[in-house]
């Protein structure tokens, strides 16, 4: 697709991406993946579900799953509708992606935030157990339960213990759990992934990289002054292609080890600033950063860089460069902002 941006002008690189090798350790694997019919996702029509259904097509070729979503206004605190949704998918592995991710909604409103992401994935599995259904299933957790971890501590492994320090995370930790005590209890056949940052096409201007694009293309097209308004851009985060964390997913789905956790991550550390300044490269555009305070999140997490080494052991690993997610925002934002 043409979008009339030239690859390598303009703009300003920051700083350069560090990156780590990874060991992997000796960790618990199936000795064979688990052949997997359906696939009921919740959560389905959200960002990373968005990909799955675009994905879908190279998924059956390459997994041989069939892929079932509920209805768009599923609701899953209700038992009739969760029943309902199972009788129809009869799923033999279910990937829960459905949440409330919002952080800053998450202060503004923690009990909703509890009752979807922990009282949803209550009610989701007493529907398995009253289908008689025994899916693999995996909750989509999130790399944000591990809290503040000192710089001289990373990369972070899933053997360190969580500190979670707003309600989200604490509403994610309490789902993974439950998980965890339906798996010694009641036989569930579940795998705990811990995400970090992922980033594609489709996804809300609510986080730091899509809103970038939509700023550098309003500039690029003529429709604000040369400034694009951030937050901290000094911070480092580990960032992942939505679509290697589909992929992660799906391995986990058929290799994962029940009762086990899985952080899904890239293992290198990107500074945001370097990341927005690709961005006004890529677009061939000249711009400064202007510090919005209302953007601002205060967080003492200055870095952060998780181990993929575990996942890893299952035969993953990252297939799609960053690079890709940027030129996917940035084309997508072009096309909603074209030149006037």
């Known amino acids: 697709m043409d979008t009339g941006y030239p690859p390598g002008k303009g703009g300003r690189i920051i700083?350069?991406?560090?990156?780590?090798?990874?060991?992997?350790?000796?960790f618990p694997t199936l000795p064979d993946a688990t052949p997997l019919k359906?696939?009921?996702?919740?959560?389905?029509?959200?960002?990373?579900?968005?990909?799955?259904?675009?994905?879908?097509?190279?998924?059956?070729?390459?997994?041989?799953?069939?892929i079932e979503l509920p209805a768009v206004d599923f609701d899953l605190l209700?038992?009739?509708?969760?029943?309902?949704?199972?009788?129809?998918?009869?799923?033999?592995?279910?990937l829960h992606l459905a949440a409330q991710s919002n952080v800053?909604?998450?202060?503004?409103?923690?009990?909703?935030?509890?009752?979807?992401?922990?009282?949803?994935?209550?009610?989701?599995?007493?529907?398995?157990?009253?289908?008689?259904?025994?899916?693999?299933?995996?909750?989509?957790?999130?790399?944000?339960?591990?809290?503040?971890?000192?710089?001289?501590?990373?990369?972070?492994?899933?053997?360190?213990i969580p500190r979670p320090r707003n309600p989200y995370a604490v509403s994610k930790l309490a789902a993974e759990e439950l998980c965890g005590q339906w798996s010694r209890t009641e036989g569930l056949q579940a795998i705990v992934a811990r995400p970090f940052n992922h980033v594609g096409k489709g996804q809300s201007e609510a986080f730091a990289l899509p809103a970038f694009a939509h700023q550098v293309a309003d500039i690029k097209a003529g429709r604000r002054e040369p400034?694009?308004?951030?937050?901290?851009?000094?911070?480092?985060?580990?960032?992942?292609?939505?679509?290697?964390?589909?992929?992660?997913?799906?391995?986990?789905l058929e290799k994962g080890?029940?009762?086990?956790?899985?952080?899904?991550?890239?293992g290198i550390e990107r500074r945001v600033g370097d990341l927005l300044a690709?961005?006004?490269?890529?677009?061939?555009?000249?711009?400064?950063?202007?510090?919005?305070?209302?953007?601002?999140?205060?967080?003492?997490?200055?870095?952060?860089?998780?181990?993929?080494?575990k996942i890893r052991a299952l035969g993953w690993q990252p297939a799609?460069?960053?690079?890709?997610?940027?030129?996917?925002?940035?084309d997508e934002a072009l096309l909603r902002n074209p030149h006037g």
């Open 78 to 94: 209700d038992p009739a509708q969760v029943d309902r949704e199972l009788a129809r998918a009869r799923p033999d592995a279910i």
């Open 278 to 309: 690709r961005l006004v490269e890529l677009a061939g555009i000249e711009a400064g950063v202007r510090t919005d305070a209302a953007r601002l999140r205060p967080s003492p997490q200055r870095r952060m860089r998780g181990d993929n080494a």
């Open 257 to 266: 080890v029940p009762g086990e956790t899985y952080n899904v991550c890239s």
């Open 104 to 160: 800053p909604q998450s202060f503004r409103d923690p009990e909703a935030t509890f009752r979807v992401n922990l009282i949803g994935t209550l009610r989701l599995l007493e529907g398995v157990r009253r289908a008689g259904l025994s899916p693999r299933f995996v909750l989509a957790s999130s790399g944000d339960v591990y809290g503040e971890v000192p710089e001289g501590e990373l990369p972070v492994t899933e053997s360190r």
């Open 320 to 330: 799609h460069p960053l690079e890709a997610s940027l030129r996917d925002l940035l």
């Open 38 to 66: 359906r696939l009921f996702v919740t959560g389905g029509h959200g960002f990373v579900g968005q990909w799955i259904q675009r994905l879908g097509p190279a998924i059956r070729d390459a997994h041989g799953v069939e």
């Open 227 to 252: 400034f694009v308004d951030a937050g901290d851009i000094d911070v480092t985060r580990d960032f992942l292609h939505v679509a290697d964390v589909v992929e992660a997913y799906l391995v986990l």
């Open 15 to 26: 700083g350069r991406p560090k990156g780590a090798n990874a060991r992997i350790p000796p």
